[in-house]
């Protein structure tokens, strides 16, 4: 075993979606969004374990249909405590996410830190039960760091002064109301802003996505409330970069590069999901 970086996660409602469909005669509908989904999904997995820097396997892979596993040694721990290899796992993690939940896959799971080990055959080790725990907490579709994550991103932090916002962290992680660090995926469609374009696409796809889960659910009080979450976590982003750039003093000059940038951020509030036409209200009883 060598220390990892761990992640564990599964889609949400994945077994209640299966039997929805099989029972309703659609079961073959539903096996071709999955598989033309996971299968693209899962490429893009793999094509960064073989485009990695150095000649030797990067990192170690286990997937059934919607479970994935994926362990990443850190190979810098004695340097920098694997900040190097915690990047890689949040990139190549957000871009799997975002496309999943594009496409109406929501991914829940947790992501942990310690000694490992993983071959073709055999998972094992503390770091891979933590992450599962965080997976079966039962909360919204979010990818968590469990305490021993958290606890080497705290590490790495020394390096920046302790000050998450200068380090490349910030962009990567939220902060749930509950106090729980997630892995903040969306930050894909904003990947190279604002030096090149939001990905509209991404943000239109992800939108439809949750407002037919939303619609799908109303009936369904613990699953609408995690697609709230969902919807209330894309308002977030859409907003937080929309307030950056419409709250910029007009009585300045700018470059055309940052008036693209402002012009590009004030569509964002076309994004928006209204989540409160989903909210369930207080009726007058007619039958009891």
Request: charged share 25%; proline share 3%; net charge negative.
């Amino acid at each position: 075993m060598i220390p990892s970086f761990v992640l564990y996660a599964d889609v949400l409602g994945f077994s209640a979606m299966t039997k929805q469909a099989l029972n309703s005669g659609e079961g073959n509908k539903l096996l071709n969004k999955i598989h033309n989904a996971f299968t693209q999904a899962y490429n893009k997995v793999r094509k960064y374990s073989e485009n990695r820097f150095d000649e030797n396997k990067s990192y170690e892979i286990k997937i059934l249909t919607d479970n994935i596993v994926i362990g990443i040694p850190a190979k810098n721990y004695s340097e920098d405590f694997g900040e190097g290899d915690f990047g890689f796992i949040s990139m190549v993690f957000s871009e799997y996410q975002a496309y999943l939940a594009a496409n109406g896959f929501f991914i829940r799971g947790g992501i942990a830190f310690g000694d490992h080990y993983m071959d073709d055959d055999i998972v094992f080790g503390n770091a891979l039960i933590e992450a599962v725990k965080m997976d079966k907490s039962g909360g919204p579709p979010r990818i968590s760091f469990a305490p021993s994550a958290v606890d080497i991103i705290k590490k790495q932090l020394f390096a920046y002064g302790g000050n998450i916002k200068n380090a490349p962290h910030y962009i990567s992680l939220l902060k749930d109301s509950d106090g729980t660090v997630f892995l903040n995926y969306l930050e894909d469609a904003f990947y190279e802003f604002p030096e090149n374009n939001i990905n509209f696409a991404l943000l239109e796809q992800h939108k439809i996505a949750i407002t037919e889960g939303l619609s799908v659910n109303k009936d369904n009080p613990d699953m609408k409330a995690k697609y709230d979450w969902i919807a209330r976590y894309h308002n977030f982003i859409c907003r937080e970069y929309y307030n950056n750039y419409n709250n910029i003093p007009l009585d300045k000059e700018y470059s055309y590069e940052t008036l693209a940038a402002i012009e590009e951020a004030c569509q964002l509030a076309n994004y928006l999901i209204d989540i409160e036409s989903f909210s369930v209200t207080p009726r007058r009883i007619e039958n009891i």
